[in-house]
């Protein structure tokens, strides 16, 4: 999956226009805090089927994009 793909999608819609994995109806935050937690990610995965390891991973090296590149204009 390439970082030039939709990944989150937000629609009001669904779930109220929660940013969510494209294709399914599981939040980005839910994930983020799964990690926060001390969860790995296979056990998310496990409880969210509708999300695919590709996307999973593609949200996290989005993540560490935007956050090098705002370090880097600090």
Do not use: C, N
């Amino acid at each position: 999956m390439s970082l030039s793909e939709p990944l989150i999608h937000s629609d009001p819609e669904i779930l109220g226009g929660t940013p969510v994995f494209v294709g399914t109806r599981v939040p980005v935050q839910t994930f983020l805090e799964y990690l926060e937690h001390g969860h790995p990610l296979d056990e998310f995965l496990d409880h969210f089927p509708s999300v695919r390891r590709e996307q999973a991973v593609a949200v996290l090296e989005l993540a560490k994009e935007m956050l090098l590149a705002r370090a880097s204009a600090a």
